[in-house]
């Protein structure tokens, strides 16, 4: 008898779990683009396009090896929306098949899902854990238990020790864990942004994107443009060009922002590491060779090591160890819609519209226009977790729900609760005038708390501290923020309040 292997569009990788123990002559690889899986949520147009567009081609990967391989795309004529679907009927079109195997999706809806096919398809369902992860779900619930904060930073260090990264013996590298403190630099005028590597579509590329074009234009985001690469030799250039030319700089910049630079140091190979294109850890020995040999300074080695050992493992991490519970809180019971401009862009705050376009043309924005432009204002305006979540998961490429999930509701709302993040990330303007560019080509003043022409952030800001205050007061790391509050008189509180309830009704929500 043989075996279905089913490999998800997340899982591009040669060394999958599912695929160990396949016996190339008789098991059947089946891979799949189907309808519920692009549109649960209306995902970016360009990161379906990516998305089909690389299956595609780790498809004919397979081939290659030698593998015998199924693959239906969204434009077969095949009566299958969903991968349930798919798979039943590949079983009643192969006698022979008594087993399927498939590495464990990263999102919990479809996880329960699969957990219901042995009884619906009569054979058994073999669920294999992610061997692309370098903490296992079970050792990050033993690193947990007991535990009561889960600070990143803390299961940093252990797997620091793990993997030997960064350490000289039993100490960190350089004697500190944590260079953050040194990657907080503005971009100065006099710098430039460095060059980028992109690519260009090929053949089964340019089918993806009209499939996409005609099947899904009523999704947010553009296709014009469309320059990633989808063959893992493409997204080894890519991390090649990063490691030589723009590692070095990652870390004193990696948190500046500046007007119509939407990379700026970053590495953008979050979306090919997402969907098993590149490996973790081969990430993360490759940027420490640049740092032996003197090519790349520490801060900015650790700072990238970090968010891959360290905040993605850990995200992944908290998700399967709180859901399915944890999608479900709202700890600051927040209630409000999301704006329209988180759609369109069109909004006079030059922030908020720069950072929601190049979301629009690129499926892509940093962590920190992330957290501190489109997470920051969902946080100070109320706006509800659910309309959050959804529009995260929807616009960017590398967006899979256990990473997506614990770095919105958790680290930029706080509907956690403090989970994962020690205060919410709230900030007025400053912070934002501070980090970028953006307030001197605003309409908006940012030195202006309350007023005709103040900046939203600052009072909306303000308000998201006061009407918090039952929730908040109570945290150590809020006690100066407090007692700035307590020094406001009762006519600038109110002035306020009445500024964030007119500008948040100006704009519908």
Request: net charge negative; glycine share 6%.
């Amino acid at each position: 008898m043989a075996t279905i292997r089913l490999v998800l569009g997340d899982q591009l990788s040669l060394n999958i779990s599912s695929l160990s123990d396949a016996d190339k002559d008789n098991d059947l690889i089946v891979m799949a683009e189907v309808h519920d899986e692009a549109t649960y949520v209306r995902h970016h147009k360009k990161k379906i396009a990516f998305l089909f567009a690389a299956m595609r081609q780790h498809a004919e990967a397979l081939r290659g090896e030698g593998y015998s391989v199924r693959y239906r795309k969204i434009s077969d004529d095949m009566d299958a929306d969903s991968l349930k679907a798919v798979v039943r009927a590949y079983l009643s079109d192969n006698s022979d098949i008594d087993r399927v195997v498939v590495t464990k999706p990263g999102e919990w809806r479809l996880l329960e899902d699969m957990q219901t096919w042995s009884d619906a398809f009569g054979c058994d369902v073999e669920l294999r854990d992610d061997n692309r992860f370098l903490c296992s779900e079970e050792t990050f619930r033993e690193w947990a238990d007991g535990r009561k904060e889960l600070r990143m930073e803390y299961f940093y260090r252990e797997m620091r020790r793990k993997t030997g990264l960064l350490m000289e013996g039993d100490d960190p590298a350089g004697g500190e864990w944590n260079y953050d403190q040194d990657n907080r630099k503005k971009l100065p005028k006099s710098k430039s942004t460095p060059a980028r590597w992109f690519t260009s579509p090929d053949e089964i590329d340019k089918g993806a994107i009209e499939d996409v074009a005609e099947r899904f234009d009523n999704h947010f985001g553009d296709l014009d443009s469309f320059s990633f690469a989808t063959k893992r030799a493409g997204a080894e250039e890519a991390r090649d060009h990063f490691m030589e030319n723009i590692l070095p700089g990652f870390g004193d910049y990696q948190d500046a922002m500046a007007m119509d630079e939407p990379w700026m140091w970053h590495s953008i190979l979050s979306m090919y590491l997402n969907c098993g294109l590149l490996e973790p850890l081969d990430l993360c020995e490759r940027a420490e060779e640049e740092w032996k040999n003197d090519r790349a300074p520490l801060n900015a080695v650790e700072g990238f090591i970090r968010q891959i050992i360290g905040w993605r493992e850990y995200v992944r991490g908290v998700y399967w160890l709180k859901m399915p519970d944890y999608k479900d809180m709202n700890a600051l019971n927040a209630s409000r819609d999301l704006p329209d401009f988180y759609w369109t862009g069109d909004t006079d705050m030059t922030c908020l519209s720069q950072a929601v376009r190049q979301t629009k043309e690129n499926a892509y924005a940093h962590h920190i226009q992330r957290l501190m432009i489109t997470g920051n204002f969902a946080l100070i305006a109320g706006i509800h977790p659910d309309h959050v979540n959804e529009w995260y998961m929807a616009v960017y490429a590398d967006a899979y729900e256990w990473v997506e999930l614990p770095n919105t509701h958790g680290m930029a709302i706080y509907a956690d609760g403090g989970v994962v993040a020690s205060k919410p990330y709230a900030s007025s303007g400053a912070y934002i005038n501070r980090m970028s560019d953006y307030c001197s080509n605003c309409a908006y003043d940012v030195r202006k708390k309350t007023g005709e022409g103040a900046c939203p952030f600052n009072y909306l800001y303000w308000d998201f501290i006061a009407r918090n205050a039952d929730q908040l007061r109570s945290n150590g790391r809020m006690g100066l923020i407090y007692a700035n509050l307590e020094k406001k008189s009762d006519e600038e509180l109110e002035a306020i309040k009445e500024n964030a309830e007119g500008y948040l009704k100006s704009i519908g929500i």
